[in-house]
Structure formats: C-alpha cells, structure tokens
C-alpha cells in the first residue's frame, strides 16, 4: 500500500432520479454511515472516472442498478478482475455513459485497476423520473450492505494478519 492511498474506496453509481437506478449511491451513502473509516463515493459521471477512482485503492467495490430482466431485488456479485461481466447488464437511465464492463476493460489495457475490484448490480424494476426506490431493491441494498462490510473486514484483516508477518 502506497502511503497516502486508501485500502479501500466504495463506488456507488447511478441516477438520484430514476427511482431504483438510485440503490448504487444509496448503498455507498449508508456504507460512508456505517464505516466513516472508509472511502466512499456517491455517483460518478461516466465510467472512464472509475480509473482515477479506483486505481488509488488496494479494494474497490463498486455499485450499480442491473436490468436483465431478472426480479427485483436478485444481487449479482462480479469479481471484477476474474470474471466478465455482462455488458448490457446495467442500466441506460444513469448518468454514466462509460459502463463499467467497458472501463475495465479499459482498466486493463492501460493497467489501471486497483488490487480487488467487486462489482455489485441490485437488479431494479422502476426507473420513472421522479419514482422512488422499491422495496425488494432496498431490501437487497441492505444484503449487499452487509456483503460490503464483511468483505471490508476480511480485506483489513488479511491487510493486518500480512503486516504482523515477520519480514
């Protein structure tokens, strides 16, 4: 870890007024609540952001709304630098023109990713101008919540278990 960089940074994306397109900020807002410790950020432009954002983090998780048609509330958990994600997996509502499959992609072909890269996509339903976030969305923020934490915890206590080795 370089001196200065956060070991961890959660990204939420999305559109604050698109109804369920909004969970992504929310959930990186109530981590921020929960774990004042951690970097977080709430919305992004466009994905091409993501590279300043999480190549200055040894973890990075990052939060989006997904329309593939599955129900409302289904969680998809992506290990970003292992597994493809499907591009046409998010929404076309948010603010980011850049997806995030496309900018780790990107991410890849100028070596700028950081050294954990997990994408969460909360499947959504309602994306009206003006709507509110639905439940089953906001009950899957609060699993996927939960998921973040422990896997903060797990990447800080291996951070700690690796600095308490003998050199």
């Known amino acids: 870890m370089t001196a200065g960089r956060p070991t961890v940074r959660v990204i939420g994306l ?15 807002r109530e981590v921020g609540r929960r ?8 919305g992004v432009a466009d ?5 300043d954002l999480w190549t200055q983090a040894d973890l990075c998780i ?12 289904t969680i998809h958990r992506f290990d970003g630098l292992r597994q493809r994600i499907p591009a046409g997996l998010f ?12 900018a780790i992609e990107l991410g890849k072909a100028l070596g700028r ?5 997990v994408v969460y996509a909360i499947e959504g339903a309602t994306f009206a101008c003006g709507a509110r976030i639905a439940a089953p969305v906001l009950e899957a923020a609060e699993n996927v919540i ?22």
């Not at 774990?35 to 709430?42: C, K, L, N, Q, S």
């Not at 994905?47 to 590279?51: A, E, I, R, S, V």
């Not at 990713?113 to 890269?117: A, I, K, S």
């Not at 422990?150 to 951070?159: K, L, Y």
């Open 14 to 28: 999305g559109n604050a007024y698109r109804g369920d397109d909004a969970i992504g900020l929310e959930v990186s």
């Open 35 to 42: 774990m004042p410790e951690i970097d977080t950020v709430a």
């Open 47 to 51: 994905g091409t952001m993501l590279l």
């Open 62 to 73: 990052v939060v989006d709304c997904a329309v593939s048609g599955q129900a409302a509330g």
């Open 91 to 102: 929404s076309s509502f948010s603010t980011h023109a850049y997806s995030i499959p496309g």
């Open 113 to 117: 990713l950081p050294g954990g890269l």
């Open 146 to 167: 939960a998921q973040i934490e422990a896997e903060i915890r797990m990447h800080q206590q291996r951070n700690d278990h690796a600095k308490s080795r003998p050199a």
